[in-house]
């Protein structure tokens, strides 16, 4: 099947979420939350699994499709962030039930939860799209489909003339997400000694 840029369909959620988790396994806060490699690809398939369907109702969740998930991206548009907490936890609470204990200690998960709190206070208030998760498995990338993902998503806040927002805590990210206009407006870092994160902002053009 040839690979085309399609929104994800429900059924492909668990997919989606074993490649963002390759994607993200070796991400600064993915090696800081989650120290352990040998549970570290299971937790993030439920993080991810878990933030996909909570994006999906507000906004627009793109992947790069054919006989597999090779990327995805989770975009919510203008006024529909921030996204419901419990809906988020009411996703995650079952997987966590059937997931084998391990992995993760209480004060990382503390640490995360610190993180993703630090991170929502510095969310930017007026209206723009918000990248909210986007990642290609680790043997697709460098053929261009992180890009044409988020090209999809700069053409709607361009339609919109509205900016577009990110985080990121990878720094090699500045650079490619630099490449598409964007700045980054902020850097902190995650308590307890994390890694530093860094927001994004790239203005409509046009």
């Known amino acids: 099947m040839v690979a085309q840029i399609v929104p994800l369909s429900p059924h492909r959620i668990p997919e989606a979420s074993r490649s963002l988790a390759a994607a993200f396994f070796d991400d600064p806060t993915s090696r800081f939350i989650l120290p352990r490699e040998d549970a570290r690809d299971r937790w993030l398939r439920l993080l991810h699994q878990a933030t996909l369907r909570n994006v999906l109702p507000e906004g627009h969740v ?15 548009p203008p006024e529909r962030y921030p996204m419901p907490t419990t809906r988020f936890l009411r996703h995650l609470l079952p997987l966590l039930l059937r997931l084998p204990s391990g992995g993760i200690s209480l004060g990382r998960a503390l640490r995360g939860l610190q993180a993703q709190w630090m991170i929502d206070r510095m969310h930017i208030k007026e209206p723009h799209w918000y990248v909210a998760v986007l990642g290609v498995r680790p043997d697709r990338q460098g053929e261009g489909l992180g890009s044409a993902l988020l090209d999809l998503t700069l053409s709607w806040a361009d339609r919109d003339r509205v900016p577009t927002y990110l ?11 630099g490449r ?7 850097e902190v870092s995650i308590p307890g000694g994390g890694p530093p994160v860094w927001t994004m902002i790239r203005q409509p053009v046009g």
Request: net charge negative; proline share 0%; glycine share 12%.
């Open 62 to 76: 793109t992947a790069i499709s054919g006989d597999d998930v090779a990327g995805v991206i989770g975009a919510v």
């Open 167 to 177: 985080e990121t805590s990878n720094e090699h990210n500045l650079t490619f997400y």
């Open 180 to 186: 598409f206009g964007f700045d980054a407006v902020r």
